[in-house]
């Protein structure tokens, strides 16, 4: 696979952070667009436009990572609770909450959408809560990425604000960094342009300058609103966003595309803890029941992007789907039906990783026409999709769901056959993924060096899985308290701040379950 620019791979599947938050196509593209523009125009250094280009893209990395605790409060629809509280301000609450009353939880009733929005505004442990996770997230998958320390530390201020309201660290003025504020009004501009246009785009600027934005980068985007909205306008945007990358031009190799892969697959499975391990785990066994076919190693390496990547559609539907526990109805299986459409309209547009989504988006599909959503049959379907398939069938059975426990090694054996009878599965594939499944205790005992003992390991795994300081002190039968304490712990010895960075660890180490 030839090297591709760094900005296209990851310009391209920008999508994702989009479809993730509920945001128009293109949202992070024109926001890294409006973000280094504003900062030339405000007489920025080229170095500090490029950490502003960075800085402003990835930013959206740490989206899926209070997803889980969104759903909660929301109805279950943590993609509309993100798009909702995207535009919320302490300056004008009352503003603030009229717009999110129109869009939060769009499906429930009044009553329930202003129960839902107290409980958010209210609860100001929510709220510091969002503010660690997010960065917690997006700085760690930042890491993974290969970005430097300036693009990571720039990440810790994401939810800061210029009067110093914001959190976790109360950053106040200039002590925030020049990127991190350029791209606060990057992110807030872009969104109140996309939905009311020029005035009351230029009008938010003018209400928050002082307050969430650096006052003199709100001045110098007053005077130049003209052409700063022409550019995020522009019908050619992703050719200007690739025009405004900075020099030196950041390259990606065949290992940081692995790397992009890797944590674009973290990316999407923290959006619920009952997927914490799906992706990493189906490319693992993937690869194994690939090298047993003897594949050739091109062959595996694409498959193994391939299974990182086929689920990355599913940031697409509210968690309140995946964690339903009885059927579906029609309406919520034609959602889960069109999560592989969209894993192919995220990778589809980047060259170098067409071989990669013509796999990617076979996932569900079958040899009998039976899958979804292009019902392709045998013939359209290569050996790695085939073996694509089925792992991914025998690790979902592995895997605890709302509506079934995980099941055992032997009964997946049995519906892994059970599907080659009936002309789902291919015979080969299922022997190869059969004979590559290890043992049912897939996590590898703690190393001593990293400081965690038997009981925060415990701990660490089902808080990354969702649960709740009650529901952890149930199932070990220790109390809430010294669970919270255990917490504490943990997230000092990691050094995290937030369930999803604990999650993130663990996952990186080889410790989750």
């Known amino acids: 696979m030839a090297r591709i620019r760094l900005a296209e791979l990851l310009g391209r599947l ?13 949202k992070a593209i024109r926001s890294t667009v409006l973000a280094v523009e504003l900062g030339a125009r405000a007489g920025a250094s080229v170095e500090v436009l490029r950490d502003t280009y960075w800085v402003t ?32 301000s302490v300056d004008n609450p009352l503003r603030s909450a009229r717009g999110v009353l129109q869009r939060i939880a769009p499906q429930a009733s009044l009553a329930r959408r202003l129960r839902i929005l107290g409980s958010i505004v209210t609860d100001h ?5 969002f503010h660690r996770t997010i960065c917690d997230a997006s700085a760690q998958l930042t890491e993974i990425i290969g970005a430097g320390p300036r693009i990571m530390s720039a990440l810790e201020q994401m939810c800061e604000r210029w009067d110093g309201r914001g959190a976790p660290s109360q950053v106040e003025g200039e002590a925030m960094v020049l990127p991190m504020r350029l791209h ?6 872009e969104i109140a342009h996309h939905r009311d246009g020029r005035t009351a785009a230029a009008a938010v600027v ?74 990493t785990g ?8 690939a090298d047993q076919l003897g594949l050739p190693a091109d062959e595996i390496r694409t498959l193994r992007l391939a299974a990182l990547l086929h689920d ?28 592989p459409y969209y894993t192919g309209r995220i ?86 993924v059969l004979a590559s499944l290890g043992l049912p205790d897939r996590a590898p005992q703690p190393s001593p060096s990293y400081g965690l003992s038997d009981r925060e390991l415990e701990v660490s795994q089902l808080l990354a899985r969702g649960k709740s300081n009650k529901e952890i002190g149930a199932l070990l039968h220790i109390s809430p308290r010294t669970v919270q304490i255990h917490v504490a712990r943990i997230f000092d010895k990691l050094g995290v701040r937030s369930r999803a960075g604990a999650a993130i660890w663990l996952i990186e180490h080889n410790l989750a379950r």
Do not use: C
């Not at 606060?184 to 501009?189: D, T």
């Open 206 to 279: 003018r209400r928050r300058a002082g307050r969430h934005f650096d006052p003199g980068l709100a001045s110098v985007l007053l005077e130049a609103q003209a052409p700063l909205f022409d550019a995020i306008e522009d019908p050619r945007v992703f050719e200007r966003f690739m025009q405004l990358e900075p020099e030196p031009i950041e390259w990606a190799d065949e290992r940081r595309i692995d790397d992009v892969a890797h944590a674009l697959a973290i990316f999407t499975d923290l959006k619920s803890p009952i997927f914490m391990l799906h992706s």
């Open 347 to 432: 990778l589809g547009p980047v060259p170098a990783l067409a071989p990669v989504a013509e796999i990617a988006t076979a996932a569900h599909e079958r040899l009998d026409g039976s899958g979804y959503p292009q019902h392709r049959t045998a013939q359209s379907l290569s050996l790695p999709a085939r073996v694509l398939a089925a792992a991914d069938m025998a690790f979902a059975m592995s895997e605890d769901r709302p509506y079934r426990g995980a099941l055992s090694s032997e009964a997946i054996a049995r519906e892994l056959i059970a599907e080659v009878t009936a002309g789902r599965l291919d015979g080969k594939a299922v022997d190869a």
């Open 57 to 88: 893209l990835l930013a959206y990395l740490g989206g899926t990572g209070f997803a889980h605790e969104q759903g909660l409060i929301g109805a279950g629809n943590d993609l509309a609770v993100r798009n909702a509280m995207s535009m919320f």
């Open 184 to 189: 606060h009004i990057g992110h807030i501009v």
């Open 312 to 339: 990355i559609g599913r940031v697409s539907v509210p968690n309140s789907i995946w964690t339903h526990a009885g059927p579906l109805d029609w309406s919520a299986w034609e959602r889960v039906r069109l999560t």
């Open 282 to 289: 189906v490319a693992a066994l993937a690869e194994r029941a």
């Open 125 to 129: 442990d929510h709220v510091e809560r």
């Open 14 to 26: 920008s999508l994702a952070f989009d479809i993730a938050n509920d945001y128009p196509p293109g």
